[in-house]
């Protein structure tokens, strides 16, 4: 077996006991038999703006790189390769995007005085190993979780992103990505998404408050969601178990939400809303306003106001290439100084021409959920989460978010 691919399965077979802290340094002694002078991990902060480098600290300090404006925040952006001549001027350094699946973990910078097809294929392959050790390690060890934070995280916050999944997950048949600010001062906000077999569940969840019980309050809801959908409840018990769990716990708060199911082999998409914002259809260069909009239930835990009977699954037939949009209000209510809504038509163009310009799912909110807060003078008096679910059966449908 060749020195290289050698150096690989070491390190895939002794991950498991290596501690998130050392990782940098373990790397280090392979180098030479990769052919490699340096290596450098870095993840994206919580928000997106930041590449923060895991740094081997025998003998480098920390760095953090700008996302935007940058060679390494281009490899992230667009989740490709990059590479350049070194500015310090030894040799080459090759950027590639750190992936778990389709979530954008952040990029790791190689040093080598040159690239040839098979250093490339070994680096994409130690880079793939490196995504999976920090998943994992992840999990238990808040070494890589303190380096991604840059503010102090409040206490309801840190609760509802404990509940949250991924970012971005996605197959060949589907993309769907999510955004979520202010992400160290969140109110009451969270998503879902997750995949069974050929169906994607998506929910967006919007609690009444901005305190402790808020964040409390969802992560009820979630809870109750995930147990009800993983016992095989369809939507409508699905809501059913969320009304009971909220009013039994906080019988003086609510939460509105949509709960939506997309079946990937065929475009079917059903979803239940109560009292949220009507989702959004996407299709080419359009927003196809009247296309999902239905009566709303009541909020989620209200028992004075709880339907007579099941709450009403509304079902509509996508295309491929369709998006679905699902948003908090805090999204097209945020104002500016002057007092000068977001609003919904400047929400939805924004995503249409950045798709178009052929932006991956994950970078479009990326984008869009900065321009808001730009908009907004740096700052949210509201949460603004954000879901955009793309399905795309057949190759030239598919998002470049699966670059």
């Known amino acids: 077996m060749p020195e290289r691919a050698q150096a690989v399965l070491r390190l895939l077979r002794g991950y498991a006991t290596v501690a998130p802290t050392d990782l940098p340094e373990v790397l280090r002694r392979e180098y ?28 480098e300090a920390p760095r953090n790189v700008p996302i935007d404006g940058t060679l390494a925040g281009w490899a992230y952006r667009a989740a490709s390769p990059r590479i350049a001549e070194d500015t310090m001027g030894r040799g080459l350094v090759l950027w590639l995007p750190l992936l778990d699946g389709v979530e954008r973990l952040g990029v790791v910078a190689i040093h080598a005085s040159v690239f040839d097809a ?26 890589c979780i303190a380096r991604q ?11 509802v992103w404990a509940f949250l999944a991924p970012r ?23 998503f879902e998404h997750t995949t069974r077999d050929h169906t994607v569940h998506l929910g967006i969840f919007d609690s009444m408050g901005r305190d402790l019980a808020a964040g409390l309050v969802t992560s009820v809801a979630l809870a109750a969601c995930r147990s009800a959908r993983r016992a095989g409840a369809g939507l409508e018990r699905m809501a059913a178990v969320i009304d009971e769990a909220v009013r039994e716990v906080f019988p003086d708060r609510y939460v509105t939400g949509v709960m939506a199911n997309l079946q990937t082999g065929t475009g079917s998409l059903e979803w239940v809303n109560c009292g949220h914002p009507t989702p959004l259809l996407i299709r080419g260069q359009d927003v196809l306003h009247d296309a999902l909009s239905r009566d709303t239930e009541p909020p989620l835990g209200l028992g ?24 908090t209000d805090g999204v097209t209510e945020a104002r500016s100084p002057s007092g000068t809504r977001f609003g919904e038509q400047r929400f939805a163009e924004f995503i249409i021409r950045a798709i178009a310009a052929g932006d991956p799912a994950p970078e479009v909110l990326r984008r869009l959920i900065h321009t808001i807060l730009e908009h907004h003078g ?13 399905w795309h059966p057949f190759p030239q449908s598919r998002s470049h978010a699966e670059a």
């Open 378 to 390: 740096g700052g949210l008096d509201d949460d603004a989460t954000i879901v955009l679910s793309q």
């Open 168 to 190: 971005t997950i996605g197959t060949e048949r589907f993309t769907s990505s999510a955004v979520l600010e202010p992400a160290y001062d969140l109110g009451g906000d969270a």
């Open 32 to 59: 030479e038999s990769l052919q490699i002078d340096h290596l450098t991990i870095y993840l994206a902060d919580l928000q997106q703006k930041l590449l923060v480098s895991v740094p081997d600290s025998r003998i």
């Open 304 to 327: 004075d106001m709880e339907p007579a009977g099941d709450r009403q699954v509304w079902r509509f037939q996508m295309e491929p290439g369709d998006s679905v949009l699902l948003y």
């Open 149 to 159: 934070r840059v503010a102090d995280m409040q206490i309801p916050s840190e609760l």
């Open 118 to 143: 098979t250093t490339v294929e070994t680096c994409r392959s130690l880079v793939s190993l490196i995504a999976l050790i920090m998943v994992d390690k992840g999990a238990y060890s808040d070494t």
